[in-house]
């Protein structure tokens, strides 16, 4: 393996913690560890955002010198102690405690090992069983790109129309260590992961400590339920197989009319175990969590998009626990959201809605009120929130929403050149309700997330303290009935959740900002029950659950880490819980019934229970990914299984690959289509034969994967993929014609191009041979020479 790579990657990651650290600790000044794992997303955010706009100009060394320079300067303004530079010293205006820096460093390595050991067994960017080819090939593109956004490899001459944050920020660190792309492809993956998983143990362990518990509990629990952990269904399929034989019948109907499982398959148990199976729970969906998704090694934005969004929520909490008095301090917290929201939008478009919203939830339900910020508005905000209890409530909302929409406009100009350019499609997509027969099941949504919701649950119903638990229980059955009925779910699992949240926070309920993060995962949830945007990326409302639980799956797993010590601990006493704002709690505490002991005890076994029931699937999956590795043996080299498996194209890959700048290649469209025959798309994209000569190189092909379908329309992509058809069979004149219109210069023949077309030839002036390896040929064309319009066919 590559270790010498591994160790300046992780120098790389030291000098990013190094330059976050003061950016940080000035988010979160007067917590023990200073925000110090939130460091590399805050140093990597500073770093990336000048580079995105330099690179509009031009993209390559200037854009990342400009974000060097942006980093270091953010970082030694806010190391400097600002009262002695006005009296012209230089001095450290921080302090971060070394047991802080420990912590968070020791996280990250153990994480990034982790990740790199996985990817080692498993390196290849194949392209079945996930989206490797765009990934790697949006990778390839941004390395040749003279500017941003790169030029599209499946569609020639335009600029991609997709979000590639991530594969920008890949970019930036391969170029800082000087990383060849298909090493960096497996080390970003590596980097990616842990720095989401510090993110949450940093984020879990500073709002624990406002708590009163150990920061080390709660920060270990949440980088436990983000990074190892997965859904119920997997350990639901072992419990069948401990039921007795003619109950097992029964359960497995049930379960399969609610699931994508089938009867027999439940019936085998874990024996039939596959990583991939817990990913394919509610039909018609895809349901991710982080372990699968970096098992499966996709460099993909919902994934790469993770650790921002961790940020924001960190930002948030800034804002939560901030005094109303410090006006600007609350100002400036919601004037940096709009920069991680617009850098969101071009890492992961569904997600810089989330930034928003969590700001929206901080404004509504941090002590301060939100109306304070705007000048002028304070008196009437408290007017109207005087006159009654649901007043004050409306006003909150309103005026958190008035902020938000300030922020919604910064957003958009911080993230201008996407929101004007690449973000612009041809295709149509429209926001849609979804009708009850798309709807998930309880079953379903038990599977998926149950795990969260009843632990959540009791975390809430023990703070609230409620008198008449009778009728609450028959409020719960009724709400799960009429959901049920009505073909809503949501109603008996998230619903509630969101409820329950908004009232403990909202009257002075010993719970805090974990209670935010719970609300917000709780209203992600809901809102892809009720609506769905309706693409060409997927058959109903597959990619809207896809690209939105993965959010809910960090947000929550995140607030497991104050969640289940709470639980464990038990509920303060009124005397305890001294402001909203909690910056000093006793360590112990007592819900004050005499109750304690057994409360405590069965906490403690609920605990064990939920972390071996979400841990049977990691302990299979990463077993059985580490059994055999490449060939070779392990390996960070995404393309190494070229050579292995693919030989005879293996050379003219890379000879292709080593031709200078963006020149226009000509190969079979990312569709099926037999001698002539009906166009076939379904499947073909996540097939080898499908465009490995673009997906390999990031040179720009005249019509790639059916994907641009989701981006251009199929008018446009229908359009391309019938002048690929007339350059391989058409006559000279014709071919001729449309490789000066595309401006074609390379032609690749491989075994694709002779299944579609059959024998293909190209005796014409302006082409000939340029590469022969195997069973590939690829033909130079040479626009000054080729056949004038209206001339001779002849060669």
Request: aromatic share 10%; net charge neutral.
């Amino acid at each position: 393996m590559e270790y010498a790579l591994v160790l300046r990657w992780l120098v790389l990651y030291a000098a990013l913690f190094a330059a976050g650290l003061p950016l940080v600790a000035r988010l979160l000044p007067g917590t023990e560890g200073r925000g110090a794992g939130l460091s590399i997303p805050a140093a990597t955010l500073v770093l990336t955002v000048p580079a995105y706009w330099v690179g509009q100009v031009t993209f390559g060394l200037p854009a990342l010198l400009a974000g060097v320079v942006v980093l270091l300067v953010a970082s030694a303004l806010a190391a400097a102690d600002h009262d002695a530079l006005r009296a012209g010293r230089l001095e450290l205006g921080i302090d971060i405690p070394r047991r802080a820096l420990g912590d968070a460093a020791a996280v990250f390595g153990l994480s990034f090992a982790f990740l790199v050991v996985l990817r080692a067994f498993d390196p290849a960017v194949f392209p079945i069983a996930g989206e490797k080819f765009l990934d790697y090939g949006l990778l390839k593109s941004l390395q040749r790109a003279p500017t941003l956004p790169p030029e599209d490899m499946w569609f020639a001459g335009e600029p991609v129309k997709y979000y590639y944050g991530g594969h920008l920020v890949t970019t930036l660190f391969a170029w800082l260590t000087a990383t060849p792309p298909r090493f960096a492809y497996n080390l970003a993956l590596a980097g990616f992961y842990a720095t989401l998983v510090t993110a949450a143990f940093e984020l879990a362990a500073t709002v624990g400590e406002s708590h009163g518990l150990s920061r080390r509990v709660s920060g270990a629990l949440a980088a436990f339920f983000v990074g190892i952990t997965s859904n119920l269904v997997t350990a639901g399929r072992l419990a069948l197989t401990l039921l007795p034989s003619g109950l097992q019948r029964q359960v497995a109907e049930m379960v399969a009319a609610r699931t994508d499982y089938s009867v027999t398959k439940l019936l085998q148990g874990v024996s039939s175990f596959h990583y991939w199976d817990a990913s394919r729970v509610i039909p018609g969906t895809i349901n991710e969590f982080p372990l699968f998704a970096w098992l499966n090694g996709d460099l993909h934005a919902h994934m790469t998009a993770t650790p921002f969004l961790l940020l924001a929520a960190a930002i948030g909490y800034a804002y939560y626990r901030t005094p109303e008095a410090d006006i600007r301090r609350r100002r400036l917290l919601l004037a940096s959201l709009p920069v991680v929201a617009g850098w969101q939008a071009v890492n992961n478009t569904w997600s810089f809605p989330s930034v928003i919203a969590l700001g929206t939830l901080a404004l509504i339900f941090a002590p301060a009120a939100p109306w304070t910020l705007v000048p002028g508005l304070s008196g009437v905000g408290d007017r109207l929130a005087a006159r009654s209890r649901l007043s004050e409530e409306l006003t909150r909302v309103a005026a958190a929403l008035v902020v938000t929409a300030a922020g919604a406009v910064l957003t958009i100009l911080v993230a201008a050149p996407f929101f004007f350019g690449t973000a612009v499609s041809g295709s149509e997509r429209t926001v849609e309700l979804l009708g009850p027969e798309m709807r998930s099941s309880f079953g379903g949504l038990l599977f998926v997330h149950g795990a969260f919701v009843v632990t959540f649950g009791a975390y809430l119903l023990s703070r609230l303290r409620v008198r008449r638990p009778a009728y609450l229980v028959a409020g719960l059955l009724a709400a799960g009935y009429v959901g049920l009925e009505i073909g809503l779910a949501a109603f008996a699992v998230s619903i509630p959740l969101l409820v329950f949240g908004w009232v403990a926070l909202r009257s002075d309920r010993p719970v805090g900002y974990e209670t935010v993060l719970i609300i917000a995962g709780a209203g992600l949830v809901t809102l892809v029950e009720l609506v769905y945007v309706n693409e060409q990326a997927g058959s109903g409302r597959m990619n809207t659950v896809f690209k939105t639980y993965m959010q809910v799956w960090v947000l929550w797993a995140t607030a497991m880490g104050v969640a289940v010590p709470g639980l464990i601990r038990g509920v303060p006493t009124t005397a305890e819980v001294t402001s909203r704002v909690r910056d000093t709690v006793p360590s112990v505490a007592t819900d004050g019934s005499g109750n304690q002991s057994w409360r405590r005890a069965a906490a403690i076994g609920f605990a064990c229970l939920l972390v071996v029931s979400t841990t049977v699937y990691g302990v299979a999956a990463v077993g059985s990914h580490l059994e055999s590795g490449p060939p070779g043996g392990t390996t960070l080299d995404a393309t190494q299984f070229v050579e292995t498996y693919h030989p005879k194209q293996d050379e003219a890959i890379d000879w292709l690959d080593e031709r200078e700048g963006t020149p226009v290649i000509l190969e079979a469209p990312g569709t099926k289509d037999y001698a002539g025959g009906v166009d076939k798309r379904e499947d073909v994209m996540y097939d080898w034969n499908a465009n490995p000569a673009s997906s390999l190189t990031g040179l720009p092909s005249v019509a790639g994967w059916a994907h641009e379908i989701g981006y251009r329309g199929n008018e446009a992509y229908d359009e391309r993929v019938a002048d690929v058809d007339a350059m391989y069979t058409g006559n000279a004149t014709t071919r001729a014609e449309l490789f000066r219109e595309y401006d074609v210069q390379y032609i690749w023949v491989g075994p694709s191009e002779r299944t579609r077309y059959g024998d293909i030839a190209f005796d014409m002036r302006g082409v000939s041979d340029a590469h022969k390896s195997g069973s590939i040929t690829v033909y130079e064309v040479s626009q000054k020479k080729l056949p004038a319009a209206n001339a001779s066919v002849a060669p």
